[in-house]
Structures are given as structure tokens and as C-alpha cells.
């Protein structure tokens, strides 16, 4: 498998709360669509502040299905369709040519317009245009990313999208949201020292983020709006409060709670309040996660000695065990698709991967390779192509590493400061 | 009952400790937030959460406490105990499961073979059924479903005159002649019981030979004159690669789509084709 070392653009790292991500891709898929992504036309004085097209390109070769041409070897370099000379790109055997122009708008802001070809074909396949405000540069860039991969791929693309995570240096813990290739990190709520944060979880229409935090001295679920930072506390109950996870209609939550002796999942009304207890057992019943109907919750629990993972279908409330296969499978997260579900899996020599589960097959694969072998908090993105999740690199520092649903693209986030972990990918926004 | 285990950091000790139960694990996040949390002042020590013997025989004192004691210390040991057989249970019904559906897979495997046997014995008289080699598409399974108890000199002929024309093209890429003889195989048995498969077949040499038009045809007699046949989910399929080739995508994806929701040996080969070349 090739191996592809590649370092993202690092950009306005000024500030002391921007502690960048950084992207390391690892491996990538063994046959890449050649894609070459002209620079960006800019008829402005002063230089841009960001490369739309170093963006773009970053951002499909990320996703390990492209191999963007390097400029360098570029024969031409047109910025309008009638300077499209198609035998330039058959040389360097680019499947497509993707052109564009950036100009400043009436209202300050930019107007981004870009143009794909299919070289084979020689036709045009995209024409488009965007406008952002001044600041919304990458934002430019990754819409343009997300209309190329979709043309070509057909799926939906995620580099619009988000992730949340926690951040932690020394004492201090950071509920943090960045773009999902790791730029442009925002504080989203920082701890007093030693009052852990814990837990994010996106509703789903990624206005909310809901998370655990000490800050009452003990554990309290809250749920923040993300534009505003305006918080409400969901519960505080005595004893355990964790693990929130929305449901589909984004109406309710499904949490831990050990308010009455030891941990059992609840469904809680984020609007009303109301509680609803779900599972029953003296042993420990934890980390829900709903399935795409929200009919049943999927749980950890270790009523069976060892902790494995069950599903309660609310409406009986009877839970039913989906894993067999290992002494330890937790941390269950359907899919977007709702066909099956990424969990830590435990193998016979003790390490930790993440795997994923079918629904109707119970077969599992193993998506993870990591040689630590602890690899936790698996959280899949919206278009169900990649998945996120927390592990530790060889000097023991918490990382974020992402990896295809097929296995066979991986690349790394490791954070220039601090341990970073608990990654929650957001839904699509629109 | 007494529970001396409800606090915050207690819970939180029961709730990591038996879910991570190996040594590395207790480096990860939970169980340092665990430690960082200061909590940790007002809370129990955690071992009483670990599974171990650790009874909190420990708050020794008077004889009814000890009684509590060592009544609690019982029904923790009966519940890992009763934890333990339910582990056994659940894993034991599963693999029962297992073992029932692989015996209905070993049973229905050995009664189509059995039957195949049967039918190929029965069969044996008239010449084998041509076992139809792939073609340039390889989507091609076997040439037919062999014919059930050839009824008479008229099915025999039949049969015959079908399976040498199917010779002619799989076996000796005789394509000119295969439509002659296909073609002459339709006019003497219009509605015989390979008609369907004929139909096929020309389809088959049209596209090979790349006469999109004519394959069109023969794959839309089968499609639409034998809906229910064994090959009109093939035959649906080329369809669709045809109108592909002919550039009628809206009509190609249609197609294509039918056959990759429905669960028909082609059902991946056209999904596959329907990513590869739709968005």
C-alpha cells in the first residue's frame, strides 16, 4: 500500500487556543483517480490569505480516493474553459481538470466559480459558483470539494463538515471544534483545572453539542447551543450523569444515570425533561447509542460477565445481545446508513481496535491497525465513508486517526499541544 | 439494603473498572479523569468496584454488621456468578444458532446437488447441456436450467436443436452461425421452452459483436416477454448496459437500479456498474 507523508498548510496559528490539528496521511487507496486542480484565478492586489486550490486539493487527497497532480508538473494553467487544451491533461493522464476563479464580491466578500472537465470525455461536468463572506475562504474551498467528490464519486462529500473533541493540557480540559481536516480550532467551552469534559455528541441538525462536565464537582450533562455558546444543564443527578447520545429526531437524549444504585440508560426530553429509564439489570449498562429508526438503543453492558454489546428495542424493553465474537466489545455508534454499527473490539492478544458490525449478518471486520492498540471513541462521518475515532501515538501522546469504512484509507491529527480525544464528527450542514 | 458504594467517584470506579479490564486500559481517559477529578477527596477507594474478592467486610464492626457483610459479600458472589452462566448462556445460544443454520445451508447445499445428480442421470441420453463457459461479460452462469425429464422425441429434438446453436457460439465463437441457428431454433419452437434463453443468447452475441441496436431487441423480448424467467434478471441487466452503451442513461440506470435492489445473482454486478458509472 502506498504510503503518503503529507502535511497540511498551517494557517493563523496565532492565537494560543489555536492548537492545530495535523494531518498525516498514512495510507491510501492503491489506485487513486488522478484529479489536477489548476490554481485558483485571483484578479485581487493583495494575496490571498488562504490557496483555494492547495485546499481542494488537500482535501481530495485526504479522502484517499484522488491523487491531485502535483502544479509543478502542470503544462498550462487556464483559468477559463476556451484555455482548456484537454491534450495537456491526457498527458499527465488526469481523469479530470477542475479550474476556477476567485473574485471579490459587492459585499466584501468572495465569489468563487469553478469549472470541472472530464478529460477521457472532453466534456464539461460541473460548472458552479459560491459566495462567502471575508472570512469564509475555506469554507469556499471545501464546498468545492464536497461538489468535485460527489461528481466523481457519488457520495456525498464531509469536507464542509465538523468535529468536536476534547483537548486536554495539563489539568485544563477544552471542548474544541474544528473543520474536519483539523483547521481553524474554536474553544467551545474550557474547564476550570481538574473538571474533566467529557462526551461531546452533535444533535442532528448540529446546532447542539451535548457533553459531561465536572464543573458542579460532579458529573452533569449539558447541552450547548454551537453559534452561541448559550448552555442548559440537562441533568444533575446524584451519582453517574454520561455518555449523551441524541436521538434521530433530535427530541431526546439517551444517557447514563446511576441515580438509583448502578448505572442503567435513560431517554431524557431535552425540552420537558422527562425521564424515561430503559434497561434493568444490576450490572453495568452504559454508553447508548440509537439506532437510525430510534426504535432500540445499543448499549454496552457486562451482564453477561464480560462486556459486550446489546440492543434494548424500546417499546419492549427487552435486550437482546449483538456480540459474540472476543472477550470485550464496547462502545457501540450506529452508522449514518443504520446498517450496522462501529464499536471497540477487543482481540485475542488484548488489543483494542474498532470494528464494524453488520445489523443482518452479524459479521465483523476490523478496520483499525494500529500497533498501540487502543484505539476508543469511534464516531463514523455523515456520508458513512470514514470514521474518527481516538488513539495514542508511539510516544504515547492522545491522537484523532481516521480511516475508511473499506479499511484501506488511514491519516492521523495528531495535536501540535496537549492530548486530544473523544472526537465526534458532525452531521452534514447546510 | 445498605449500599456504601453511591458516590460520584465510587460510581464512576464500578462503572470504568470492569469495562476496562486489562492494565494498559487504565491508562486511558476515563479512568484519568477519574484520578484528576477532585472528587477523588470525598470518594471510596475504588478497589470495592473491582470484580475481585474485595469484601467491604472491612467496615468491621458489630455482630449484625458483619452479618450485613458477609450477607452482601454472598449475593455479590452469586451475582457474578449468575453474570458469569448468563455470558454462557447468551454465547451458547448463539452458537446454537450458528450450528442450526449451518445445518439448514450443509442440508439445502447437499439436496441441490443430489438433485442435480438425479436430473444429469436422467439426462444423460441427450447431450449434456452445454455448461455455458463466460463469455467477454462473464456474468454468464450455466447455459440453461437443464431440462427437467425431456418428455418424448419432440423435447429431445427441441433440446437438441437449442443446445447446438448455444455450441456454436460458447464453444466454437461461431457467432454468425450461433444467430442462424438461434434464429432458426425461434422459428421452429416460437413459444418453445427455450425460447426465453434464445432470445438471450442472441442478445449476447449482438453485444459482443457490439450491434447495440439488435442486442436491444433480443434482450427486450426476454425482459418483456418472460418477466418471470430465470434469465430475465440477466437480460435486464445487459438491457441496461445496452441503453448505457447507446447513451440512454436515464433509461440504463432505471434498469440497472430494478436489478440491483432486487436479489438476483446480478444484483452486485449491476450495483457495481451502477457506481462505477453513476453518481
Given at each position: 500500500m502506498k504510503r503518503i507523508l503529507f502535511i497540511l498548510v498551517l494557517l493563523l496559528a496565532s492565537s494560543p487556543l489555536r492548537a492545530e490539528l495535523i494531518i498525516e496521511i498514512t495510507s491510501g487507496v492503491d489506485n487513486p483517480t488522478p484529479i489536477a486542480i489548476v490554481p485558483t484565478g485571483w484578479n485581487g492586489t493583495a494575496a490571498l490569505e488562504e490557496s483555494i486550490n492547495d485546499i481542494v486539493a488537500a482535501d481530495l487527497r485526504r479522502s484517499g480516493q484522488f491523487r491531485p497532480i502535483p502544479q509543478r508538473d502542470m503544462l498550462s494553467s487556464p483559468s477559463k474553459a476556451s484555455e482548456v487544451f484537454y491534450r495537456d491533461w491526457r498527458i499527465l493522464k488526469a481523469e479530470y481538470l477542475v479550474i476556477s476563479n476567485v473574485s471579490q464580491n459587492a459585499q466584501g466578500g468572495y465569489h468563487l466559480e469553478f469549472e470541472m472537465f472530464d478529460v477521457f470525455n472532453e466534456r464539461k461536468v460541473l460548472d458552479l459558483a459560491v459566495d462567502g463572506a471575508r472570512d469564509q475562504?475555506?469554507?469556499?474551498?471545501?464546498?468545492?470539494?464536497?461538489?468535485?467528490?460527489?461528481?466523481?464519486?457519488?457520495?456525498?462529500?464531509?469536507?464542509?463538515?465538523?468535529?468536536?473533541?476534547?483537548?486536554?493540557?495539563?489539568?485544563?480540559?477544552?471542548?474544541?471544534?474544528?473543520d474536519a481536516d483539523g483547521a481553524r480550532p474554536r474553544l467551545l467551552k474550557e474547564s476550570r483545572p481538574g473538571e474533566p469534559i467529557l462526551s461531546p455528541s452533535w444533535s442532528p441538525d448540529g446546532r447542539y453539542i451535548a457533553y459531561v462536565s465536572f464543573e458542579t464537582t460532579r458529573p452533569a450533562i449539558y447541552v450547548q447551543e454551537v453559534a452561541t455558546g448559550s448552555r442548559q444543564q440537562i441533568t444533575n443527578f446524584e451519582g453517574l450523569n454520561g455518555a449523551p447520545a441524541w436521538s434521530p429526531d433530535g427530541r431526546k437524549l439517551a444517557i447514563t444515570l446511576s441515580k438509583d444504585g448502578n448505572p442503567e440508560i435513560y431517554t431524557v426530553d431535552v425540552q420537558t425533561k422527562e425521564l424515561r429509564r430503559v434497561t434493568d439489570h444490576y450490572a453495568i449498562d452504559h454508553e447508548p447509542s440509537w439506532t437510525a429508526d430510534g426504535k432500540a438503543i445499543l448499549f454496552t453492558s457486562?451482564?453477561?460477565?464480560?462486556?459486550?454489546?446489546?440492543?434494548v428495542t424500546l417499546a419492549s424493553g427487552r435486550p437482546e445481545r449483538l456480540t459474540f465474537v472476543g472477550p470485550y466489545n464496547a462502545k457501540p455508534v450506529v452508522t449514518p446508513d443504520g446498517k450496522g454499527f462501529v464499536f471497540i473490539h477487543r482481540d485475542e492478544g488484548g488489543r483494542d481496535h474498532i470494528a464494524f458490525q453488520e445489523f443482518k449478518t452479524g459479521n465483523i471486520r476490523v478496520l483499525t491497525q494500529t500497533q498501540v492498540g487502543l484505539d476508543e471513541s469511534p464516531t463514523v462521518a455523515p456520508n458513512g465513508a470514514m470514521l474518527m475515532y481516538a488513539t495514542k501515538n508511539r510516544q504515547g501522546k492522545g491522537i484523532l486517526a481516521a480511516v475508511s469504512m473499506d479499511a484501506a484509507t488511514t491519516f492521523d491529527l495528531p495535536s501540535k499541544q496537549g492530548d486530544v480525544r473523544e472526537p465526534a464528527w458532525s452531521p452534514f450542514r447546510n | 439494603m445498605k449500599c456504601p458504594l453511591i458516590t460520584a467517584a465510587g460510581l464512576a470506579a464500578v462503572l470504568f473498572l470492569p469495562?476496562?479490564?486489562?492494565?494498559?486500559?487504565?491508562?486511558?481517559?476515563?479512568?484519568?479523569?477519574?484520578?484528576?477529578?477532585?472528587?477523588?477527596?470525598?470518594?471510596?477507594?475504588?478497589a470495592t468496584?473491582?470484580?475481585?474478592?474485595?469484601?467491604?467486610?472491612?467496615?468491621?464492626?458489630?455482630?449484625?454488621?458483619?452479618?450485613?457483610?458477609?450477607?452482601?459479600?454472598?449475593?455479590?458472589?452469586?451475582?457474578?456468578?449468575?453474570?458469569?452462566?448468563?455470558?454462557?448462556?447468551?454465547?451458547?445460544?448463539y452458537q446454537l444458532q450458528q450450528l442450526k443454520q449451518q445445518r439448514m445451508d450443509d442440508y439445502v447445499d447437499l439436496d441441490r446437488r443430489i438433485s442435480e445428480l438425479s436430473r444429469s442421470g436422467s439426462a444423460a441420453t441427450s447431450a449434456a447441456p452445454a455448461s455455458g463457459s463466460a463469455n467477454a461479460n462473464g456474468n454468464i452462469g450455466t447455459t440453461a436450467q437443464a431440462p427437467a425429464a425431456p418428455a418424448g422425441n419432440a423435447a429431445d429434438s427441441e433440446f437438441a436443436s437449442y443446445s447446438a446453436a448455444v455450441d456454436l457460439a460458447t464453444k466454437q465463437q461461431a457467432f454468425d452461425q450461433a444467430i442462424t441457428a438461434l434464429n432458426q431454433h425461434l422459428r421452429q419452437y416460437p413459444d418453445g421452452r427455450y425460447a426465453a434463453n434464445a432470445h438471450y443468447w442472441l442478445g449476447q452475441i449482438y453485444f459482443v459483436q457490439g450491434k447495440m441496436e439488435e442486442a436491444r431487441q433480443a434482450f427486450t423480448r426476454v425482459v418483456e416477454g418472460y418477466p418471470d424467467h430465470n434469465k430475465a434478471p440477466e437480460a435486464r441487466y445487459k438491457l441496461g448496459q445496452v441503453y448505457f452503451r447507446l447513451g440512454d442513461q436515464a433509461r440504463a440506470r432505471t434498469l440497472l437500479e430494478k436489478v440491483a435492489n432486487s436479489n438476483s445473482d446480478v444484483a452486485p454486478l449491476a450495483r457495481n456498474f451502477l457506481q462505477q458509472n453513476f453518481r
Open positions: 475562504l475555506r469554507d469556499l474551498a471545501h464546498y468545492m470539494s464536497d461538489q468535485i467528490y460527489q461528481r466523481i464519486t457519488g457520495i456525498r462529500g464531509v469536507f464542509s463538515t465538523r468535529i468536536a473533541y476534547v483537548e486536554q493540557l495539563g489539568e485544563i480540559y477544552r471542548l474544541m471544534m474544528a457486562n451482564r453477561g460477565a464480560k462486556p459486550q454489546i446489546y440492543q | 469495562l476496562t479490564a486489562s492494565a494498559e486500559q487504565l491508562q486511558l481517559a476515563q479512568v484519568e479523569v477519574i484520578e484528576s477529578s477532585p472528587i477523588r477527596a470525598i470518594g471510596q477507594p475504588r468496584a473491582n470484580n475481585d474478592r474485595n469484601p467491604n467486610a472491612a467496615t468491621a464492626g458489630n455482630g449484625s454488621s458483619d452479618m450485613m457483610g458477609e450477607l452482601f459479600y454472598q449475593l455479590q458472589i452469586l451475582q457474578q456468578e449468575v453474570q458469569t452462566l448468563r455470558g454462557q448462556v447468551e454465547e451458547q445460544a
